[in-house]
Structures are given as C-alpha cells and as structure tokens.
Nanobody, 126 residues
Framework: VQLQASGGGLVQAGGSLRLSCAAS????????MGWFRQAPGKERECVAT????????YYADSVKGRFTVSRDNAKNTVYLQMNSLKPEDTAVYYC????????????????????WGQGTLVTVSS
C-alpha cells in the first residue's frame, strides 16, 4: 500500500486548505484512515480519523468544528478540509491507513496504522 499526501502550503490565519491522501496498491482490507500531525518540538498527534466501512469519524478537540475528514471510495482518496486555520495548526501532516481490526473504534492510536504517507507541511501565519 502506498499513500501520497498533498495539499499543504502556506496560508494566513483564518484561511483554509484541503489535504488529500491517495492510496494505491492492496487497499481492499483497510479498516480506517487517519490524519496525524507533528509540530516542531512536539510529539505526533492524531487529528482526525475515518473508518472505511460506515464512515464514522473522530476529531481531536483542538480541531473539532474546523476540520472535516471525508473519503471518496471510487478514488481511494481521503481528504482533510481545514478551515479557520490557526498558527498552532502549523505542522507536518501525515495520512495513514490501518489494515487491522482494533477495539479502539476510532483508531486514534498511531500504533494501529500500518502504512504512512510522506507528510505534507502546513504553515499558518499570524
């Protein structure tokens, strides 16, 4: 499975960006897709997840109401729409996919993910 993330860039506070994560390869056993981010000097954190079957979503409190995760089954692509961006959203954003069942319904733990994209940098200026 290969994941290609794109859509990062420089945006002013209050602006919007949409990240995309295109999956290729043996993708038919996916359970969930996740978006994580890592800011300079900080640990990587889970931002949003979406279960591939059913489409249930999870959002970190810090992005709830501003970010939306969605999927396009036909394109094997997951999106992260980011609105009302804040300087504290500045980070490298990674997409990841889990190929296993987990009792963690929303797949918020990064240890549950088997394949990762290369990361895309989002910079929000104040």
């Amino acid at each position: 499975v290969q994941l290609q993330a794109s859509g990062g860039g420089l945006v002013q506070a209050g602006g919007s960006l949409r990240l995309s994560c295109a999956a290729s390869g043996r993708t038919f056993n996916r359970y969930a897709m996740g978006w994580f981010r890592q800011a300079p000097g900080k640990e990587r954190e889970c931002v949003a997840t979406i279960r591939w079957s059913g489409g249930s979503t999870y959002y970190a409190d810090s992005v709830k109401g501003r970010f939306t995760v969605s999927r396009d089954n036909a394109k094997n692509t997951v999106y992260l729409q980011m609105n009302s961006l804040k300087p504290e959203d500045t980070a490298v954003y990674y997409c990841a996919t889990s190929m296993r069942y987990s009792d963690n319904y929303y797949y918020t733990g990064e240890n549950l993910y088997d394949y990762w994209g290369q990361g895309t940098l989002v910079t929000v200026s104040s």
